[in-house]
């Protein structure tokens, strides 16, 4: 199988600390309580979620095929272990090579799980026992940039001899999940090859993820430490859940890890405000709310459907986010260190969608499935439901999640498009919020647009990770910087990182013929801006399809220049003399940016793409413009405009 979507690197930056009002607070631990969990959760013997090896008819030999060949070149594979060397790389160069070694085992497991269940006859379960045999053997299922591994325990290798290395983290989650499926299907095939196979298994799962997890709380990703927590949170704790409900025989500390699941998994949940906004992102989507719903999914079926929260509002909200977010042409609203380009599992935005009763979500899972060519490529545990729901999903018409106008008030992010279900014309994003926010940019008060579904001023999002990403020196990193964002650079002063860096007087409206939305951006920069205030003014009139940004400031004093800058798509071109920046979207389109003469001088530069991750995106380049005010005034306006040529 190819490499599993939505299987990110590691990220550390942690949710934002907006103050907002949660109806939802506590909503886990108040709606799941160890008295209902202990009277509802069946046994693990009892749990029979999905069809045993060669019962599932439902699948076309189409799709079966395509597991089976992928797993066909898994038949001789030698698994490796993590050499010495390439953990050390972390400490010597910043390099994250460990993770292809883990995601190698997971991902390979799945598809020989797959491949075996669809065909029954024991041909690849030779390969199957030698990845799970490699997997035991490892010294830790982890990489060696984990925070846990680096900061809490300040090793460069494994010291199998010292306790404390028994964590849990992201990657060994995903290894402690497929060999949990692996169990759930195959255990009497074991057994006949060696019974030392099952025991190994459980033994490993119950050193590695169970026990560890159960006995401790100092795991950042846990909460109980009182830091806010991210996508970990619920990315953990589903593959922990997973690992419970599968290989955890005892009864008592069965219902314990689960309640401590729910117990740890709603800090996370409180971390949201009732918009169900999600500041990470939407490629985050998936292993933030998408984990969620992954532990209440596993939950209503282990309960067989007492346990069930898919009716509240922030669940629903949650779920919604991902089509909130979407532009189209597989493009998403990437504010911070989200992807721009984005294929969500099918499986699970269908199943979410079915859940909170979407339809929207249920369309685009049916959309992104056939566009996909029937092929659910994600963790092994959305692919099996998914697959357990393969033929309601294509009987579902199929359709993009093309809404007008969404605005997110706890996360300060509004979209607006031309025309509800469809791609044409303009497209607008923008965002306040606070430069504190999950995996953040300094970007308050940013925006970008798009015509037709083509990206045209945008954020360009973050390259490959590294330590750089993620250490002391993220921000002299481009992509983080607000003059990379579209922006101004007051008196020569970038904004400023940390929450107390935020938009003030946020204010957003809209009806069938305008969306206005408003701010003060003044305070996301740091004193030596001196700017007392800076209105950003954004309009779009749908009706004669009209977008203008006015800038409106106060400065204490100057100092230097201020320049208004905007990161491009398409390669601008200026007419100084009529004070027009055009960029050709096709043929047939140009889209025209009009400034004032008087006031503005432009300049443009090109900014070379060199990392893979950005490349694929972008492309080779992006063009940032600069528009240098001219005047020295202390107060003043400026207004640009966009419209169609």
């Known amino acids: 199988m190819k490499k599993f979507l939505f299987t990110f690197s590691i990220c550390l930056c942690l949710i934002s600390g907006n103050v907002f009002a949660q109806k939802h607070k506590n ?377 007008q106008d969404t605005w997110s008030p706890n996360v300060e992010v509004m979209t607006a498009r031309q025309q509800a279900g469809s791609t044409k014309g303009f497209y607008i994003a923008a965002k306040g919020g606070h430069n504190g926010e999950s995996h953040n940019h300094n970007d308050v008060g940013h925006f970008m647009l798009f015509y037709d579904g083509n990206p045209i001023l945008v954020d360009a999002g973050v390259g490959v990770y590294s330590e750089a990403v993620f250490g002391p020196k993220r921000y002299e990193l481009w992509t983080m910087q607000s003059a990379f964002h579209n922006l101004p650079t007051i008196n020569g002063v970038m904004q400023h990182e940390g929450k107390e860096f935020s938009a003030k007087n946020v204010k957003y409206s809209t009806n069938t013929k305008v969306v206005n939305f408003s701010m003060d951006i003044a305070g996301a920069y740091p004193e030596n801006a001196s700017v007392k205030t800076w209105n950003r003014k954004m309009n779009f009139n749908k009706l004669s399809q009209v977008i203008s940004i006015e800038e409106e400031y106060e400065l204490d004093k100057f100092i230097q220049p201020t320049e208004l800058n905007y990161l491009a798509y398409i390669n601008p071109k200026i007419d100084e003399k009529k004070g027009i920046i055009s960029f050709e979207v096709d043929s047939q389109t140009v889209i025209s940016m009009a400034y004032d003469t008087k006031q503005l001088t432009p300049t443009v530069e090109i900014r070379r793409i060199k990392d893979s991750k950005l490349k694929a995106a972008w492309g080779e380049k992006l063009y940032r413009i600069k528009l240098k005010i001219n005047n020295t005034r202390l107060k003043d306006k400026i207004k640009v405009v966009f419209k169609k040529i």
């Open 27 to 403: 909503l886990l631990i108040n709606k799941i309580t160890s008295e209902i969990i202990s009277k509802n959760i069946v046994s693990a013997a009892s749990w029979k979620p999905f069809p045993c090896a060669g019962q599932w008819n439902q699948i076309p030999d189409s799709v079966k095929k395509i597991y089976i060949k992928d797993a066909e070149a898994l038949l001789d594979k030698k698994w490796q272990s993590v050499p010495a060397t390439t953990f050390l790389e972390y400490s010597q160069n910043g390099k994250h090579s460990v993770n292809p070694y883990l995601s190698a085992i997971s991902d390979g497991l799945s598809t020989l799980i797959m491949a075996e269940l669809f065909e029954n006859k024991g041909r690849f379960m030779n390969a199957m026992v030698d990845a799970i045999w490699t997997a035991c053997e490892m010294s830790f299922w982890g990489n060696a940039s984990s925070p846990l591994f680096t900061s809490e325990y300040p090793f460069n290798l494994p010291d199998i001899n010292n306790g404390k290395l028994q964590i849990v983290e992201l990657r060994g989650g995903e290894i402690g999940a497929a060999i949990s499926w692996a169990h759930y299907f195959f255990k009497d095939k074991f057994d006949t090859m060696s019974p030392i196979i099952n025991k190994r298994m459980k033994e490993e799962i119950d050193r590695r993820i169970i026990t560890p997890c159960l006995n401790r709380t100092d795991f950042f990703w846990m909460g109980y430490d009182g830091r806010r927590v991210n996508n970990w949170n619920p990315w953990v704790n589903s593959n922990w859940l997973i690992c419970t409900l599968i290989m955890e025989n005892d009864v008592l500390r069965r219902n314990k890890s689960i309640e401590k699941i729910i117990e740890s998994t709603n800090f996370f949940l409180n971390g949201y405000g009732d918009d169900g906004g999600c500041d990470e992102g939407p490629n985050y989507w998936s292993h933030a709310p998408g984990s969620l719903f992954d532990i209440l999914q596993l939950l209503n079926s282990a309960s067989n459907g007492k346990i069930s929260l898919f009716n509240e509002d922030i669940i629903k909200n949650m779920g919604k986010y991902l089509s909130k977010m979407y532009i189209g042409k597989d493009r998403y609203v990437n504010f911070a260190d989200a992807v721009s380009k984005v294929t969500p599992c099918p499986g699970l935005v269908y199943n979410y969608g079915k859940a909170i009763q979407d339809s929207m979500m249920m369309k685009y899972g049916s959309y992104l499935l056939k566009k996909n060519h029937g092929y659910l490529e994600a963790p092994i545990n959305r692919v099996l439901w998914g697959l357990s729901s393969y033929n309601d999903i294509l009987k579902i018409a199929p359709e993009e999640p093309l809404i």
